[in-house]
């Protein structure tokens, strides 16, 4: 009995090794499609499994939702330990491929940043966001070369553990815009070319939002490209024909949530009603539901 | 030094355990005023520290949103610990009182209910809501001598803690709705009429929903009752004429974002658009905001 259930158990961890790695090829080919992959961003259970009901193709968690939804600011000040146990809860009630948004890898050597891959995948993932920052407080840039060093280490450990996950490699040079927008956006393109030529699968140029900046940058490197859904940012099917592979929605629906507990706690206060509470309310069942795994 | 860091940590430890007793007596004193206390229910720092923002003056937690945002559905399927943790959290980001749904007590003895007790107190919670339920999924309620005899022991274990924590008191007797309704009202208003008796602050008849019945329970029992905001409820003005003491808003918020989250999904996945995303959206300083302690 006792080896029968050590091989089932050996049995079931090659299997689910197996899917996971099948989940990242899976998730990769989503990103080379003639249609745009729209990725909506989670930072809990309920809120991944929504996603998931709602016939996404794939789930992302957002740095600031994770972060504060745990009590810390964004900016990697919450600890890597419990950002990897939020990201481990949402994997093993999420059946979709999940990519995790892991800031600037929580410590910006090559062997810190790898632990962190290495968290990540032993948590169920089967992508990363990472960012090229320096200092979130100083708002400053890796050097370039870095973060090149860090995606190649990355996508050979990827490789090498049998899951290999898709790296989605932001950077912030616009977003900081350092030199003036011109020279920032070149600065974005030179960073993501080199990105992926390290590994890559998808570059984030974060903060271009314009549609002639976003068709520019896809021209200019002939890759998938994910841009965040915001306020200026083309709609889907502009996006799709100007050939941007993903749309990620960011901190945008925690955004949303709080801002509707706002809309719910002032009618509440003032008015003594409690309408925009009842108007899109799902059941107690339908919340229960969310916590066990979908199909 | 050493010695001065350990009186300035005895200072410390002092002046919070006071001022958490003071709390805990503004909030009872709450509970006994002519107007209504409006208790929305939180289930993360987040939606704690928008209730704060927003005005109201104490913030409970609902035992729904917090088992299903960590992975787990409603009746106590959620590791105590894992509840505490979170209840810890939001008491250490807000400054209003913080009540506790402790559900049924996560253990069924006086003792097993009391280390609940004492638990809730450590995390800095000023209050609790339990209920007299002996088996979530049977839907059987406990003997009422069993409930009577904790809520002593908790009223006289908190007093002598130091914390005169505020007990509301729940009954299940209407919403399992056992002998038919003009008896499971009867049930209910014996029961609750013994958790005061017993040291209860406030009772809590689950499932009463319509004006006129509200209004008979308030009448029967002569103390503070809590209502819970729901579809088919009286607004706030009815119930606090009908000498309601206090109204909480139970999963109604957590049902609100999933509901929003489901729009959201729905226009993104149909029309490409993300207009319901941006309408009530906070900014991500607000949202940082919201991981540090309040005013």
Chains 1, 2 share one sequence.
Not at 229 to 239: C, H
Not at 243 to 255: E, F, Q, T
Request: with cysteine.
């Amino acid at each position: 009995v006792f080896l029968r259930a050590k091989l089932r158990g050996l049995t079931v961890l090659g299997l689910s090794m197996a899917s996971q790695s099948e989940k990242a090829e899976s998730f990769r080919a989503m990103h080379r499609r003639g249609r745009i992959l729209l990725l909506p961003n989670a930072w809990d259970v309920p809120s991944a499994r929504i996603f998931e009901n709602m016939g996404f193709e794939a789930v992302a968690t957002t740095s600031a939702g994770v972060s504060v939804s745990l009590g810390y600011p964004d900016g990697e000040k919450v600890p890597k330990d419990e950002m990897l146990h939020v990201l481990r809860k949402i994997c093993s009630r999420v059946q979709l491929p999940v990519s995790a948004d892991i800031e600037s890898g929580f410590g910006r050597t090559k062997e810190e940043f790898i632990d962190t891959v290495r968290g990540v995948i032993e948590a169920g993932a089967v992508g990363v966001n990472v960012e090229d920052v320096a200092d979130f407080d100083a708002k400053t840039l890796l050097p370039v070369q870095v973060q090149v060093e860090r995606i190649r280490a990355a996508k050979r450990y990827a490789e090498d553990s049998g899951v290999p996950i898709v790296i989605n490699a932001r950077t912030d040079a616009i977003r900081f815009n350092v030199e003036g927008e011109q020279k920032s956006f070149e600065e974005a393109v030179r960073r993501c070319r080199l990105y992926l030529e390290a590994g890559a699968d998808c570059v984030y140029p974060m903060g271009l939002t314009t549609a002639e900046a976003v068709s520019s940058f896809v021209k200019e490197v002939q890759a998938p490209v994910n841009i965040m859904a915001r306020r200026g940012a083309p709609k889907v099917r502009e996006l799709e024909k100007m050939g941007v592979a993903r749309l990620s929605l960011g901190p945008g629906p925690i955004y949303a949530s709080m801002g509707l507990l706002k809309k719910i706690s002032k009618e509440l206060l003032e008015v003594g009603s409690y309408d925009s509470m009842l108007e899109l309310a799902i059941t107690y069942d339908e919340l229960n539901s969310l916590a066990r795994p979908g199909v």
